[in-house]
């Protein structure tokens, strides 16, 4: 197979150094790519964004496959883009990705299908989201809506921390577009770990568990990054919670962790809402 990797951070390192100890793989290709990719695929320099390049390199390149990897490209329809021009691409389609690609939209989907998440209210107005902090209990996280690089939460102690966030993200606009609209979000203390799954509507296939470093500083006291590297899997909240083994196939609803036990709404509401989360290639 020849596969075409769009992205040029870590994740598409990983994904490439992968990729490339596989025997069905005859070519690599990362757009654009960087240094480390370097040594496992040919990079191209072309953007995340172009799609209209992106898919005339897969065409003229005979790629069988084509792996989209960052959050930007995918919330913009890069795999719907592919798929018009009838090219395989694995990532989620626009639809599916504005779950990342909106926090408001996730939250608003959580709360729809009973799926347990922080309390919440959303606003697109600076001054009643002000208000709304006066009488709000502290300390108080606020997200900006829109795709900020894991850099749009901010973790305020104090009214005085939470207004002027509001001012950083509604008002001076430090991540642009992405902070029209924010989340204001119930503070809560823990342990962050991600189990991601691979479904198509009725078969799920459970990732191992993974925990990232998060906040920037030592003890926790810096403002949240977009991750500063990652451990998998991860021994705290999960012991005792019976993950199926890796790979195990699951038919029906979606599932999800509550405690010690695995529920199933999660990915289920994701395709009756018509939005796969990372859909199989047929």
């Given at each position: 197979?020849?596969?075409?990797?769009?992205?040029?951070?870590?994740?598409?390192?990983?994904i490439?150094?992968?990729l490339?100890?596989?025997p069905k793989v005859?070519?690599l290709?990362?757009?654009?790519?960087?240094?480390?990719?370097?040594?496992?695929?040919?990079?191209?320099?072309?953007g995340?964004?172009?799609?209209?390049?992106?898919v005339?390199?897969?065409?003229?390149?005979?790629?069988?496959?084509?792996?989209?990897?960052?959050?930007?490209?995918?919330?913009?329809?890069?795999?719907?883009?592919?798929?018009?021009?009838?090219l395989?691409?694995?990532?989620?389609?626009?639809?599916?990705a504005?779950?990342e690609?909106?926090?408001?939209?996730?939250k608003?989907?959580?709360?729809?299908?009973?799926?347990?998440t922080?309390a919440?209210?959303?606003?697109?107005?600076?001054?009643?989201?002000?208000?709304?902090?006066?009488?709000a209990?502290?300390?108080?996280v606020?997200?900006?809506?829109?795709?900020?690089l894991?850099?749009?939460?901010?973790?305020?102690?104090?009214?005085?921390?939470?207004?002027?966030?509001?001012?950083?993200?509604?008002?001076?606009k430090?991540?642009?577009?992405?902070?029209?609209?924010?989340?204001?979000?119930?503070?809560?203390?823990?342990?962050?770990v991600?189990?991601?799954?691979?479904?198509?509507?009725?078969?799920?296939?459970?990732?191992?568990s993974?925990?990232?470093?998060?906040?920037?500083?030592?003890?926790?006291?810096?403002?949240?990054?977009?991750?500063?590297?990652?451990?998998?899997?991860?021994?705290?909240?999960?012991?005792?919670?019976?993950l199926?083994e890796d790979?195990?196939?699951?038919?029906?609803?979606?599932?999800?962790?509550?405690?010690?036990?695995l529920?199933?709404?999660?990915?289920?509401c994701r395709?009756?809402?018509?939005?796969?989360?990372?859909?199989q290639?047929?």
């Open positions: 197979m020849k596969i075409l990797i769009v992205g040029g951070g870590g994740r598409e390192h990983a490439a150094w992968k490339a100890k596989s005859e070519k290709y990362c757009a654009p790519g960087n240094a480390g990719i370097a040594e496992v695929a040919e990079c191209v320099n072309i995340v964004m172009e799609f209209d390049k992106l005339a390199f897969a065409k003229e390149h005979a790629i069988d496959l084509t792996v989209v990897a960052p959050d930007d490209p995918l919330a913009a329809g890069a795999v719907d883009a592919f798929e018009a021009a009838g395989r691409a694995f990532g989620p389609r626009a639809n599916a504005i779950l690609g909106s926090k408001a939209f996730s608003d989907l959580m709360k729809k299908y009973g799926i347990p922080a919440y209210e959303t606003f697109n107005d600076p001054e009643k989201a002000l208000a709304y902090l006066e009488t209990k502290m300390p108080i606020l997200k900006a809506d829109g795709l900020a894991g850099k749009g939460v901010l973790i305020c102690k104090d009214l005085e921390e939470a207004k002027a966030g509001v001012k950083t993200l509604m008002m001076d430090q991540f642009g577009s992405a902070g029209d609209e924010i989340v204001i979000e119930e503070f809560m203390t823990g342990r962050e991600s189990v991601l799954s691979f479904v198509d509507g009725k078969t799920i296939r459970i990732m191992t993974a925990q990232d470093h998060k906040r920037a500083k030592d003890g926790d006291q810096g403002l949240n990054t977009g991750g500063m590297g990652t451990f998998s899997p991860s021994g705290c909240i999960l012991q005792g919670t019976h199926p790979g195990r196939r699951h038919e029906g609803r979606g599932q999800r962790v509550q405690g010690h036990h529920l199933r709404p999660d990915a289920d395709w009756s809402e018509g939005t796969g989360v990372q859909r290639i047929r």
